[in-house]
């Protein structure tokens, strides 16, 4: 292992940050030493070692979009008149 090192700077947000450290810290290492875990995994595997996606909903929520927007599409009818027949309906 090279014992030639360099300084690199990068900008996140604080709270991020504080997290990081926290979790890093809970599994026995500094930032340094994750970011180091990180740059080494993705030069030995020739990509970023884990996936990227975008943020999707999750099936649950898809689902209640699609019946929303059945809803105003008058494919399931509305029986709510009120947030509070809504919710009530809901619990039945």
């Not at 997290?19 to 809970?26: D, I, K, R, Y």
């Amino acid at each position: 292992m090279s014992t030639d090192t360099v300084n690199l700077s990068i900008r996140m947000e604080r709270d991020l940050k504080e997290q990081a450290e926290h979790l890093f810290s809970e599994l026995g290492m500094n930032m340094t030493t994750a970011l180091n875990i990180f740059v080494r995994q993705s030069v030995r595997q020739g990509k970023i070692p884990f996936e990227i996606t975008l943020n999707r909903p999750n099936a649950e929520t898809v689902d209640a979009l699609q019946e929303i927007r059945d809803m105003r599409n008058g494919i399931i009818p509305k029986n709510s008149s009120s947030v509070a027949d809504f919710v009530k309906e809901m619990d039945e």
